[in-house]
């Protein structure tokens, strides 16, 4: 997957596009909309289901951040905390 047209936050996605598989919701149809923090998060979760089975945690940390509204997904800070990471990142 290539990320370089989201390096910058601030800009909106001008004139280059990520597959519509890892456009998250929010952005479908919208011409130079924003990338927040939370298109990353949803991009993030898109990325883990390649990676193949997941447990239990795995597939809630998924839907968590897989909803529709950007709003309702959980941040970076709270990604960390979730159970899906416990013991996989340094408190």
Known sequence: MNLEW????????????????????ELVGVDG???????????????????????DEGQQFVA????????NRLSAEESLRNAFFKGQVPS
């Open 6 to 25: 989201a390096n910058n936050a601030d800009l909106g996605i001008g004139t280059s596009h990520p597959s519509q598989e890892y456009t998250p919701p």
């Open 33 to 55: 909309g924003k990338w927040t923090s939370a298109c990353d998060m949803w991009q993030f979760a898109e990325l883990i289901t390649s990676w193949g089975h997941l447990d």
């Open 64 to 71: 968590a951040q897989s909803l529709a509204s950007p709003a």
